[in-house]
């Protein structure tokens, strides 16, 4: 996201004009004018660092999960949010970003009967697109689209089950859209499995004055039907198709997509299956899906915090302290959010790999080490296996019992001889053909273990230390990145411990970590960061970068300012 100067520009043109219009006037010989001489393009001063400033909020109505996606229309100043326990999307005045203002909300039943819940929001131009959940939520969902300036209802479009994320693509010809396809259960008399797919919706007339007449819209699906046949070869991949009786089609998931900066490609997360899938967008067809692999928490800065119990060595008893360090664990990155950009040439993915697990009838994949591995650890595997089971070791740690389908992590004998946690507690940097370049490491847990205002790796309905260290630690679940100058930066929205972790992603291979801000003070204050949404200085409505954070459990849209320093 490269932001420009707008005034410059609009000077330039003029200029030009001007001087079109004073060689035309003066003649020389011909009867075109003479064409001014080129001028050089605005170039944008690139800083040396950021830091981050709350300036404004706004509480919604509803509690937890009232404040979730956010997206902003520039043209209107107006923010949409998703409120997600009210199931509606909150349109909030954000003119003064110091005094967000109410000015109504949208609910999903106005979209038509049989809708539950509002799930996504994105802008482009002045139309704004909703994914909308159908009751129940393994039926068809639609896209509603809403004209920002007065919310006049455009039309709708069926798209795929639990439409989960929508996104446009950077030129605005396309609307994609994320089908999670989510079961409601697995081998139980009504148990619906539907299959996960994406939407490619190809646009035209998206203008600030469409009418339900002149925004056409042709849906067209992306799905796995193709894959069917290669669940083998999949899972020897490492894709997880673990789902109970469920083809690749209906146990891939699709959480969330990022577009190339040329509105060619998309890739998008599968974030139960550990995977990203790539979809071509002029073909509409999913041309690859990718496993991620695995995290080595044994490898030094690649350690974890796993236990509320590491008071005492070698025990089953014990009080929680910070104790972060290598373990012999590996981490499944299932990211949630994905966001692209461009260095050196190329596109590069950034993914917050927050960990999430199956918990259906039929399926219940999270237990403790301890539990899971009953019978004890591997000694042939694990040094120390008798003292590394126990709670102050690895025992509380929670896992999944199925890494893959007919994989359970243990030998003949019934020890574990293979850990797998859920999400790396990290941000990761991929190629387009999904090989790691970065990883943070343990670097999200190191800088959050002592904070002044919330106790480390706290969850985000409590202030208690040590909360979340045996399951995903600060969990990374939104990111989003914004180019200033030649500097690209990430900004990484920590779902339980909170607030906004911010590196220099420019150099691909080398992030370097540049500023941290957390608003949350104990159990109270912004928590549960989810949606990010960065506003370009030039569209701005104070004429500064902001960031704008929608808070789920708190219920809150945080207004940061980006001050950056030169």
């Not at 509603?144 to 446009?168: E, I, K």
């Not at 929670?398 to 359970?408: K, L, S």
């Not at 991929?430 to 990883?439: K, L, M």
Request: charged share 15%; hydrophobic share 40%; aromatic share 6%.
């Amino acid at each position: 996201m490269r932001l420009l100067p707008q005034q410059p520009r609009a000077h330039l043109f003029a200029a030009s004009l001007v001087m079109t219009a004073a060689l035309a006037a003066c003649g020389g010989g011909s009867d075109a004018p003479t064409p001014p001489a080129p001028t050089a393009p605005v170039v944008e001063a690139t800083p040396a660092g950021l830091t981050l400033e709350k300036i404004g909020g706004y509480a919604h109505a509803g509690g937890a999960s009232s404040a979730e996606i956010t997206a902003y229309d520039p043209l209107t100043k107006r923010l949409f949010v998703i409120n997600g326990a009210l199931a509606s999307v909150d349109v909030l005045d954000l003119s003064n970003p110091a005094a967000p203002a109410l000015i109504t909300s949208i609910s999903a039943a106005s979209f038509g009967p049989g809708l539950a819940a509002i799930n996504s929001v994105a802008v482009f131009n002045g139309v704004v697109a909703l994914a909308v959940e159908a009751n129940p939520k393994t039926s068809a969902g639609v896209v509603a689209w809403v004209r920002a300036s007065d919310l006049t209802v455009l039309g709708t479009d069926t798209v795929g089950a639990l439409p989960d994320m929508v996104t446009f693509t950077p030129d605005g010809s396309h609307l994609l859209v994320a089908n999670e396809g989510e079961p409601n259960s697995y081998g139980q008399p009504d148990s619906v499995d539907p299959v996960g797919s994406v939407s490619v919706i190809a646009l035209a007339g998206v203008t600030p004055t469409a009418t339900a007449a002149t925004l056409t819209r042709t849906v067209s699906s992306a799905g796995f039907g193709s894959f069917d046949g290669q669940i083998a070869s999949l899972r020897t991949a490492g894709v997880r198709i673990y789902g109970p009786g469920a083809s690749v089609s209906q146990d891939l998931e699709p959480e969330y997509i990022t577009v190339s900066a040329d509105s060619k490609t998309a890739y998008v997360t599968l974030q139960e299956n550990n995977a990203i899938a790539t979809v071509d967008i002029a073909t509409k067809t999913i041309t690859s899906v990718k496993s991620l692999g695995f995290k080595d928490h044994s490898l030094a800065g690649m350690g974890m915090d796993v236990s509320d119990r590491d008071s005492v060595m070698n025990a089953n008893g014990g009080t929680a302290v910070v104790k972060i360090g290598p373990v012999p664990v590996k981490g499944l990155y299932l990211p949630d959010a994905i966001a692209s950009y461009t260095a050196g040439g190329r596109t590069w993915l950034i993914t917050a790999n927050e960990g999430d697990a199956r918990e259906w009838t039929g399926l219940v994949e999270e237990r403790s080490v301890s539990s899971h591995c009953s019978l004890g650890l591997d000694p042939t595997v694990f040094s120390d296996a008798a003292n590394q089971i126990l709670d102050s070791n690895l025992g509380r740690l929670n896992i999944t019992t199925t890494p893959n389908a007919g994989v359970d992590g243990k030998n003949g004998a019934g020890l574990c001889n293979e850990l797998y946690g859920f999400g790396a507690r990290s941000f990761s940097i991929w190629s387009t053909e999904v090989n790691r370049v970065f990883d943070s490491g343990d670097d999200l847990e190191q800088r959050t273990q002592a904070l002044a205002n919330v106790n480390f790796n706290a969850s985000n309905t409590n202030n208690t230390l040590d909360s979340r260290s045996r399951s995903k630690g600060p969990e990374p679940e939104g990111v989003t990145v914004g180019t200033f100058g030649s500097k690209t930066f990430a900004f990484i929205g920590l779902e339980r411990v909170g607030g906004v972790m911010v590196y220099d992603v420019t150099n691909p291979n080398a992030p370097v970590y540049t500023t941290y801000l957390n608003t949350r003070t104990g159990a109270t204050g912004d928590r549960g960061p989810e949606g990010l949404t960065l506003i370009k200085a030039a569209q701005s409505p104070n004429g500064k970068p902001l960031l704008v954070v929608g808070n789920e459990s708190s219920g809150t849209t945080a207004v940061l300012q980006l001050n950056l320093t030169y």
